[in-house]
């Protein structure tokens, strides 16, 4: 069995291409994660999963479960639509890279040269709302502090800090579209304090949407442009872009949310998001996706940098992008600041990627060097080039349970049996 393309509203799906023992992986251990996966569906706290896993680049295992639409009963299939939230930025920071590789910039250049708006940039002091008091930053934001996430910036919703708490003032709502184009954000941006230094920490922020913006600038083209031509277009990413064109609505999973009484998946009042062009192209949260689609990118970078005769990046610039890069070989967890409850011990940072160091650290059974990224809703992928296994996981679940990442990693290992 293969992956096929169909014509029509129902395009790409994911199906088996070789039986789990050709590749090394125990089929009836495999079960196990999809068991798992199903009592989370059960009990009310995932509406729905897909699950796919991939070595040497082939799939060797496709398990669906629940429901796309609660409502209609629809279940998920494997063309269901998702929304990926920051699995965008990935595609992003790809984008980034090969402008890179044609010379446009250079990864320590000021990002002030290319976007004025982050000229003489403040950094946040003391104090809160109209206290609020900031110093002039010693360094510029340069673009390997977007890359890594050590720009200072920082994201509406991690209810934190002072600088958090004015970007909300400023009218960036947590998880909501933002209301303007990608220019006059990034313009509004640069009128807000950093949360430190630039490269002094990590922080997890709005750093991917302003390098979409950069991409935009340096190539002349809308981030949905460049993306459809340079990328998307290229790996035969045919369901994936900003938002979902009308022929496909009923293609996509509904967007859920925990009730907050009773922690059941409800439906979330966001679930309009992706169905119609939003204002702002948002590259660091603002695509939707399938498993078929987003197993082609990861398949191009497992590949190190090219898919079926189309090559994206050099192997070198890959190499560099999935490597650690926050000083000293630090780690998440010692480097950076709390991203809610996620777990970030053993994890580096690399251009783009969340990067494994320390497999003991990370009390994991992953290989060092792996790497990945999820979403808001609860998506996840990760690369292991060491066993050349892909992961892909979906879902449709606002603020998913917390444990069910780390939990995903053993399900997937323990079946590996060579």
């Given at each position: 069995?293969?992956?096929?393309?169909?014509?029509?509203?129902?395009?790409?799906?994911?199906?088996?291409?070789?039986?789990?023992?050709?590749?090394?992986?125990?089929?009836?251990?495999?079960?196990?994660?999809?068991?798992?996966?199903?009592?989370?569906?059960?009990?009310?706290?995932?509406?729905?999963?897909?699950?796919?896993?991939?070595?040497?680049?082939?799939?060797?295992?496709?398990?669906?479960?629940?429901?796309?639409?609660?409502?209609?009963?629809?279940?998920?299939?494997?063309?269901?639509?998702?929304?990926?939230?920051?699995?965008?930025?990935?595609?992003?920071?790809?984008?980034?890279?090969?402008?890179?590789?044609?010379?446009?910039?250079?990864?320590?250049?000021?990002?002030?040269?290319?976007?004025?708006?982050?000229?003489?940039?403040?950094?946040?002091?003391?104090?809160?709302?109209?206290?609020?008091?900031?110093t002039p930053a010693r360094e510029p934001i340069?673009?390997?502090?977007?890359?890594?996430?050590?720009?200072?910036?920082?994201?509406?919703?991690?209810?934190?800090?002072?600088?958090?708490?004015?970007?909300?003032?400023?009218?960036?709502?947590?998880?909501?579209?933002?209301?303007?184009?990608?220019?006059?954000?990034?313009?509004?941006?640069?009128?807000?304090?950093?949360?430190?230094?630039?490269?002094?920490?990590?922080?997890?922020?709005?750093?991917?949407?302003?390098?979409?913006?950069?991409?935009?600038?340096?190539?002349?083209?809308?981030?949905?442009?460049?993306?459809?031509?340079?990328?998307?277009?290229?790996?035969?990413?045919?369901?994936?872009?900003?938002?979902?064109?009308?022929?496909?609505?009923?293609?996509?999973?509904?967007?859920?949310?925990?009730?907050?009484?009773?922690?059941?998946?409800?439906?979330?009042?966001?679930?309009?998001?992706?169905?119609?062009?939003?204002?702002?192209?948002?590259?660091?949260?603002?695509?939707?996706?399938?498993?078929?689609?987003?197993?082609?990118?990861?398949?191009?970078?497992?590949?190190?940098?090219?898919?079926?005769?189309?090559?994206?990046?050099?192997?070198?610039?890959?190499?560099?992008?999935?490597?650690?890069?926050?000083?000293?070989?630090?780690?998440?967890?010692?480097?950076?600041?709390?991203?809610?409850?996620?777990?970030?011990?053993?994890?580096g940072f690399g251009l783009g990627f969340q990067?494994?160091?320390?497999?003991?650290?990370?009390?994991?059974?992953?290989?060092?060097?792996?790497?990945?990224?999820?979403?808001?809703?609860?998506?996840?992928?990760?690369?292991?080039?060491?066993?050349?296994?892909?992961?892909?996981?979906?879902?449709?679940?606002?603020?998913?349970?917390?444990?069910?990442?780390?939990?995903?990693?053993?399900?997937?290992?323990?079946?590996?049996?060579?």
């Amino acid at each position: 069995m293969s992956l096929t393309v169909e014509s029509g509203p129902r395009t790409r799906t994911v199906q088996v291409e070789v039986e789990p023992d050709e590749v090394g992986l125990d089929a009836q251990r495999l079960q196990r994660a999809d068991r798992h996966l199903a009592r989370y569906v059960d009990d009310g706290r995932l509406p729905n999963s897909l699950l796919v896993v991939s070595r040497g680049g082939k799939i060797a295992h496709v398990a669906t479960y629940g429901k796309r639409d609660p409502d209609t009963g629809s279940p998920v299939e494997t063309d269901t639509v998702w929304r990926i939230y920051s699995m965008t930025k990935p595609i992003t920071s790809v984008a980034t890279m090969m402008l890179y590789e044609e010379g446009a910039f250079d990864l320590l250049d000021p990002l002030e040269r290319y976007l004025p708006a982050f000229a003489d940039m403040r950094v946040y002091s003391r104090g809160a709302g109209p206290t609020l008091t900031s110093t002039p930053a010693r360094e510029p934001i340069r673009i390997w502090h977007l890359l890594t996430h050590t720009s200072g910036l920082t994201y509406s919703f991690m209810f934190a800090n002072p600088v958090d708490a004015a970007y909300r003032e400023a009218g960036f709502e947590p998880f909501a579209p933002m209301t303007e184009p990608l220019a006059a954000v990034c313009d509004r941006l640069g009128g807000l304090p950093l949360l430190f230094e630039p490269g002094s920490e990590w922080n997890y922020s709005m750093a991917t949407d302003v390098l979409g913006r950069l991409v935009e600038v340096i190539s002349g083209q809308s981030l949905d442009a460049f993306f459809a031509e340079r990328i998307l277009g290229l790996l035969g990413m045919v369901d994936t872009g900003f938002w979902t064109p009308p022929e496909k609505h009923s293609h996509m999973a509904v967007l859920c949310m925990p009730d907050p009484s009773t922690g059941r998946v409800v439906r979330s009042p966001g679930d309009a998001r992706g169905r119609e062009r939003p204002v702002c192209l948002s590259g660091g949260g603002g695509l939707v996706s399938t498993a078929g689609d987003y197993h082609r990118f990861t398949r191009m970078l497992l590949n190190q940098g090219e898919l079926d005769g189309v090559r994206l990046l050099a192997p070198r610039t890959v190499q560099l992008m999935t490597r650690n890069h926050l000083p000293g070989g630090a780690e998440i967890e010692t480097f950076g600041r709390p991203l809610f409850d996620a777990p970030h011990a053993g994890y580096g940072f690399g251009l783009g990627f969340q990067v494994l160091v320390d497999p003991v650290g990370a009390r994991s059974l992953s290989s060092a060097g792996e790497y990945g990224w999820g979403g808001a809703a609860g998506t996840e992928f990760w690369i292991d080039p060491t066993q050349e296994l892909i992961v892909l996981f979906f879902t449709q679940l606002l603020h998913p349970p917390s444990p069910l990442r780390t939990q995903l990693r053993q399900l997937v290992y323990q079946a590996l049996i060579r």
